[in-house]
Nanobody
C-alpha cells in the first residue's frame, strides 16, 4: 500500500526556516515525480515546488522561488522542502504528493498527482 507522511511543520517566527520531510512507502520514488502543495485557510490548494521523475529538475511557484528548495533521496524514498525567509502568508497546511507520469518536466497542478499525504501545519507568526 502506498503511503506518504509529512513531518517537520510547526510554529516559526517571520524570517525563520523549516525543513519539511516526506516519507514514502509502497513505491520506488525514482519512478515518480514529487510535488509539494499548500492550502491556507479559506483558499484553494496550490502547487509550491516539484521535482521531475525524468531528470529530477525542479520547478517552483513564484511565491516560493528563491526561498524554498525541493530535494529528494531516492534510496530512502524521501523528499524534502527547505523553507527559508518564511513569511506570515506562508502559513498553511503543506502536502507532498507523487506523480507517476513520464513527463519532460514536473507540473504544479494537483490533478496530475495520484498519491497524497495528510499534511503538516506550518504557522509563521510572531
Amino acid at each position: 500500500q502506498v503511503q506518504l507522511v509529512e513531518s517537520g511543520g510547526g510554529l516559526v517566527q517571520p524570517g525563520g526556516s523549516l525543513r519539511l520531510s516526506c516519507e514514502t512507502s509502497g513505491l520506488s520514488l525514482d519512478d515518480y515525480s514529487i510535488g509539494w502543495f499548500r492550502q491556507a485557510p479559506g483558499e484553494e490548494r496550490v502547487g509550491i515546488a516539484c521535482s521531475s521523475r525524468s531528470d529530477y529538475s525542479a520547478r517552483y511557484a513564484s511565491s516560493a522561488r528563491g526561498r524554498f528548495t525541493i530535494s529528494r533521496d531516492n534510496v530512502k524514498n524521501m523528499a524534502f522542502l527547505q523553507m527559508n525567509g518564511l513569511k506570515p502568508e506562508d502559513t498553511a497546511v503543506y502536502y507532498c504528493a507523487t506523480d507517476g507520469s513520464w513527463l519532460a518536466g514536473c507540473v504544479l497542478e494537483s490533478v496530475e498527482y495520484e498519491y497524497w499525504g495528510q499534511g503538516t501545519q506550518v504557522t509563521v507568526s510572531s
